[in-house]
């Protein structure tokens, strides 16, 4: 199941650029409270905050305002401590001691022990039977599938030493397994809120730097500072995440003056031109890539000859420069700039028309065959690559390509219908996008296209792929590591696993007057709410 959609190190260094909200700030005569007006862009109303159903990017965001884990990343996407104030690892790699920061609270004030984090990452997995996460990013931790399973309330693998001291072990060594804990499915969560029922979420807290404030109004989600936050008192008084169903529209507000943060979520790509000329306009690469899948269980696309003839009847640079206008980047590799693991060695398929005809024909596919791709609505520029897609194999390779345009929730309940009934879905060839949730190439090939894996739609699946990552996955020398890595993407590359067509850039507007945000290839980070302020 694709468990996030569009929207985190080893001893390498990152390549990611960061860019920071400041600048010389205006005179702000409001005297009064400082309120950080945030837009969330692609949802007409807040979400669930609950940590293990995080699902998607606004989610993600969301919870990472009101709870926190044992680690955290920060601006520059290193692991850095949160709720444990160190850790220790075994000889063998595979047992993490962590011993929490000492007066560590939740935002009422009530203690947090070790047993608290061993009850939210028990839960967790609880939920997995429910569309939760946990089994996904963190079934590497000894017991945890047999509590995704149901066959058990309790992972064997978490242990609590005591009040101050929690120990996980995992089934084999994982270099990237601290990043896996900085994401929102591992937060602690309070338990005595969460079983008292109803619905807690409306008044949720944690230990992050915001509580959630009751309101009425059904398209904002209103935060108050945690007065027990670990790392100082947040310099804010409030935040307002206030909900657009269309970019564009959040765009008109940040001009008028009705919001700080804008675009963090989505940008409107026709408002990027305008949106360069105002000031706080800031631009970053991600780490996306947009690509198309395959449903590779059932014909024409079992074939991966079929595959390679699409992937080189397409004008990669053409689509990125001529279609899209120069907003992103046309993609060669799965992995994309910046993130380790990246390899600009890796060999693309050339744009061959010849080669492209031959493959059909030796396929049995015939000139005026029907193809269908199907895109979702969220982002205005999907359309526009459909319709290039549509031209460049119907006049090249003679094919007719039927295009289907549907709303996220139905393309998202379709890629879910796929991953476990690929023979009965309607999906052929469908347009999505991943990103990063930690910066390392096992969350790009070993949880995407690994054969089996709950992330991969498309079913994908070769033994020699699967051979090299997880030798990747458990290989304690960087660089080896990263070697294996890059042997496995290219041969995903060669059997067109995915069709990766461009990495995006992010684009977003924050005030001048705003102090104290970064904004990263992974989004807007606060190293230090206590200096994040609106004047």
């Known amino acids: 199941m694709s468990r996030r959609l569009p929207t985190l190190l080893l001893a390498l260094a990152l390549l990611c650029p960061l860019l920071t909200a400041c600048g010389a700030a205006p005179d702000n005569p409001a005297a009064g409270p400082q309120v950080l007006r945030w837009s969330i862009e692609g949802m007409l109303a807040p979400p669930d905050v609950d940590p293990p159903l995080a699902g998607n990017s606004q989610q993600t965001m969301i919870n990472s305002l009101i709870f926190g884990g044992l680690v955290r990343l920060d601006s520059r996407l290193n692991v850095r401590p949160f709720g444990a104030e160190r850790w220790e690892l075994s000889s063998n790699g595979m047992v993490y001691t962590f011993y929490l920061r000492p007066g560590l609270k939740f935002a009422d004030g009530s203690p947090v022990v070790a047993g608290d984090f061993a009850y939210s990452l028990n839960r967790a997995f609880i939920l997995d039977k429910s569309g939760g996460n946990a089994g996904y990013y963190l079934g590497n931790i000894t017991g945890s599938k047999a509590v995704s399973t149901g066959s058990s309330t309790t992972v064997s693998g978490i242990k609590v030493v005591d009040d101050g001291t929690l120990q996980i072990s995992l089934?084999?060594?994982?270099?990237?397994?601290?990043?896996?804990?900085?994401?929102?499915?591992?937060?602690?969560?309070?338990?005595?809120?969460?079983?008292?029922?109803?619905?807690?979420?409306?008044r949720a807290f944690g230990i992050g730097p915001f509580v959630r404030a009751v309101t009425t109004d059904s398209n904002r989600l209103v935060l108050k500072p945690n007065p027990y936050y670990s790392f100082g008192k947040p310099g804010l008084d409030e935040i307002d995440l206030i909900f657009y169903p269309a970019?564009?529209?959040?765009?008109?507000?940040?001009?008028?003056?009705?919001?700080?943060?804008?675009?963090?979520?989505?940008?409107?790509?026709?408002?990027?031109?305008?949106?360069?000329?105002?000031?706080?306009?800031?631009?970053?690469?991600?780490?996306?890539?947009t690509y198309l899948g395959f449903n590779n269980s059932r014909a024409p696309f079992d074939n991966a000859g079929v595959r390679q003839a699409l992937a080189q009847a397409v004008g990669k640079q053409t689509l990125a420069g001529n279609i899209l206008s120069g907003l992103v980047i046309a993609a060669d590799t799965i992995i994309p700039p910046g993130m380790p693991g990246y390899n600009s060695a890796i060999q693309k398929l050339p744009f061959d028309l010849v080669t492209a005809r031959s493959l059909l024909t030796a396929a049995g596919v015939k000139a005026g065959?029907?193809?269908?791709?199907?895109?979702?609505?969220?982002?205005?520029?999907?359309?526009?690559v459909a319709n290039y897609l549509q031209q460049t194999w119907e006049s090249n390779l003679g094919l007719k390509v039927q295009v289907d345009s549907t709303g996220l929730t139905s393309f998202n309940n379709n890629l879910n219908a796929l991953t476990s009934d690929p023979q009965s879905s309607p999906l052929q060839i469908y347009l999505s996008v991943w990103s990063a949730d930690y910066p390392d190439p096992q969350n790009f090939l070993s949880q995407q296209l690994r054969s089996g894996v709950g992330n991969n739609n498309g079913h994908f699946s070769n033994p020699q792929f699967d051979g090299l990552v997880d030798r990747a996955d458990v290989e304690t020398n960087a660089a080896e590591r990263l070697r294996l890595y890059s042997l496995a993407e290219q041969i995903a590359v060669n059997q067109v696993g995915w069709l990766p067509l461009y990495y995006g850039k992010a684009n977003a507007l924050i005030n001048p007057r705003v102090k104290?945000?970064?904004?990263?290839?992974?989004?807007?980070?606060?190293?230090?709410?206590?200096?994040?302020?609106t004047r």
């Not at 675009?263 to 970053?284: E, M, R």
């Not at 104290?516 to 190293?527: C, H, K, P, R």
Request: no cysteine; glycine share 6%; net charge negative.
């Open 516 to 533: 104290g945000l970064t904004y990263t290839a992974q989004g807007l980070q606060a190293d230090d709410w206590a200096r994040v302020t």
């Open 369 to 384: 065959d029907t193809i269908r791709l199907t895109i979702n609505d969220q982002d205005a520029s999907y359309l526009k």
């Open 171 to 202: 089934d084999h060594p994982a270099s990237y397994f601290l990043y896996q804990l900085s994401y929102a499915t591992s937060s602690v969560v309070p338990r005595k809120l969460v079983e008292q029922g109803g619905n807690w979420q409306a």
């Open 247 to 289: 970019a564009h529209t959040a765009f008109a507000d940040y001009q008028a003056d009705r919001l700080d943060v804008m675009g963090t979520i989505a940008f409107d790509p026709n408002d990027v031109d305008a949106a360069s000329k105002l000031d706080g306009y800031l631009q970053a690469s991600q780490f996306n890539v």
